[in-house]
């Protein structure tokens, strides 16, 4: 992929919708309200927003820099850099990474087109919350209907990417992420007014300090990476289709801010929810999909609240997956010197995607693990790899033509910028793994 192949973005309000649409999805409205339910919810906010902080902007800065300097994908970014293979485990590690993300990912998204499929019938009306719960379990424990239903976004994926993406994508995503928005903040309205809202709120907002365990911190790390999208290449791919002027500095903070901003949202959607009508909040990955059928019942209108919601959370999740999967087929047409072109790419993949995905449902095990390892061990190591390729690796010159890739980075900022990728976000990357593995 090269820059004039990249034309797509014709704005910049474009390609920051379409980078915010790829780090909006599951992992804010599905993964943060049960992986904060798991941990404590105030405790892991707190240790969530830290991390948002101290990985969030050097690392979402460095990918894009990454992508916008070389116009590549993360498989000949690093090459062409460096000017050696000699990062090339590193593009390896993204492109894995990928593949395992997408594994559980379009299961999740099948379950959303599940719930919307049935929100067109009015399925969930008069459900309580046992019949909810039942539900959840009868809907993901049959096989056939899970493939099916996750093999559905697997193809639309593909389609998109098939016809090439970015136009598409940026079209889609400036309409609908506001109005995603919009209707999250009217369901945040709906909730605030049920009984007992409060003390979801004092669950989601109130830090207990004696919570923070090292596990709460190692899930708060993998959940800002696997939220932000950092650590496995997607971004590099977004700022190779960056217009030249674009400010790098500025792009971050807005996407950060808009994806913290989705996920405190789902918070304070789900916990005072959770604990209105009696379900757990730590309940685990079904949270959301028990829970939020009885919220949008509750809401006005709630046949026509439950489509909507539910369409937009599916468009939400394919924003996502096309840009997990556009790291995967760059990847093929690059690592062949488009020997493969995107059509035999796009269909490669998509074959061993469907693979994948096929043993995820069978084998359930399978999903849990490649849910955690990917967040919490392999994101890491990837965002510890660009770190160190950028602040320890590249010549002095090398740094500054990455620095000059962003507009926004004035001297000083510069080399604040590198000595955090240097020495704070590694050092902070490995004292948190070892701190995980009881080691310290
Ligand atoms: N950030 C996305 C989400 O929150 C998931 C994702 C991870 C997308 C990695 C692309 C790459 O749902």
Not at 143 to 155: A, C, E, K, N
Not at 173 to 196: E, F, T
Not at 251 to 271: E, P, R, W
Not at 279 to 293: I, K, Q, R, T, Y
């Amino acid at each position: 992929m090269t820059n004039n192949e990249n034309k797509g973005f014709t704005s910049k309000v474009g390609l920051i919708m379409a980078a915010a649409g790829g780090a909006v999805g599951l992992g804010n409205i599905w993964k943060f309200p049960y992986i904060a339910g798991e941990n404590g919810g105030g405790a892991f906010l707190i240790v969530y927003l830290l991390c948002v902080l101290l990985f969030g902007m050097p690392l979402l800065m460095t990918e894009f820099l990454i992508g916008k300097r070389s116009g590549k994908s993360a498989y000949g970014a690093f090459r062409a850099l460096d000017g050696s293979k000699k990062w090339d485990w590193l593009s390896w590690l993204c492109v894995l990474t990928a593949l395992l993300i997408m594994a559980f990912y379009f299961i999740v998204t099948g379950w959303c087109f599940n719930y919307f499929a049935e929100a067109l019938t009015n399925a969930f009306q008069g459900m309580g919350t046992a019949a909810l719960e039942a539900h959840f379990t009868k809907v993901t424990t049959n096989p056939i209907r899970m493939v099916g239903f996750s093999l559905l976004p697997v193809v639309l994926t593909a389609t998109v990417l098939w016809f090439g993406v970015k136009e598409g994508i940026e079209r889609l995503s400036k309409i609908l992420m506001p109005l995603l928005l919009v209707m999250m903040l009217l369901m945040v309205g709906r909730v605030l007014m049920l009984d007992n809202s409060n003390i979801g709120m004092q669950f989601f907002f109130r830090c207990d300090f004696s919570k923070i365990t090292p596990k709460v911190i190692m899930e708060a790390m993998g959940q800002c990476f696997f939220s932000l999208s950092i650590g496995m290449g997607a971004l590099i791919t977004y700022g190779a289709y960056m217009p030249k002027e674009q400010n790098v500095t500025a792009t971050s903070i807005q996407v950060i801010v808009l994806d913290t901003l989705v996920a405190i949202l789902a918070g304070l959607i789900i916990f005072p929810a959770v604990f209105s009508f009696g379900f757990d909040p730590a309940e685990g990955p079904e949270l959301v999909f028990v829970v939020l059928p009885a919220i949008l019942e509750k809401m006005s209108l709630s046949w026509l609240s439950s489509i909507l919601f539910f369409g937009l959370l599916c468009i939400a999740a394919v924003t996502s997956t096309i840009s997990l999967m556009e790291v995967a087929v760059a990847f093929v047409c690059e690592a062949s010197n488009d020997k493969l072109n995107r059509h035999k790419s796009v269909l490669i993949i998509s074959a061993i995607v469907t693979v994948l995905v096929v043993a995820c449902v069978y084998y359930k095990q399978l999903f849990s693990i490649f849910d955690n390892v990917t967040s919490c061990v392999l994101m890491p190591i990837g965002a510890l790899g660009m770190a160190l390729f950028v602040g320890w690796n590249l010549p002095k010159n090398g740094q500054k033509g990455v620095l000059n890739a962003d507009k926004g980075i004035k001297h000083f900022a510069g080399k604040v910028y590198i000595a955090v990728l240097r020495f704070i976000v590694p050092a902070a990357i490995i004292l948190i793994f070892l701190n995980s593995l009881g080691i310290i």
